[in-house]
């Protein structure tokens, strides 16, 4: 006699899920204008691709361009070039 196949998993709870949403809006608010933001919504996409079993890749993503954000603004202050600043 065979073994019978184990249950398959528990369907995970539907539309709650919003890896792919805190992940794209870390990666534009990122890269565009907000580094800050675009660090907190990229651990937000990690936490829920964890909690739902999807793909960090945006979270690590929206982490990185918001890093790089925050580098480059602080470059572009100190060399006094920052066109936002008015130095008069």
Do not use: E, H
């Not at 580094?35 to 890749?57: E, H, M, N, T």
Request: proline share 10%; hydrophobic share 45%; with cysteine.
């Amino acid at each position: 006699m065979n073994a019978p196949y184990p249950p398959p998993p528990p369907p995970s709870a539907a539309g709650r899920d919003r890896t792919t949403l805190w992940g794209v809006l870390g990666i534009v608010l990122g890269l565009i204008c907000c580094g800050i933001l675009g660090i907190v919504f990229g651990y937000l996409s990690i936490r829920d691709a964890k909690r739902y079993g999807q793909s960090p890749v945006l979270g690590y993503l929206a982490i990185a361009f918001g890093v790089i954000n925050i580098i480059g603004t602080a470059i572009w202050r100190a060399n006094g070039t920052y066109p936002l600043w008015n130095n008069n």
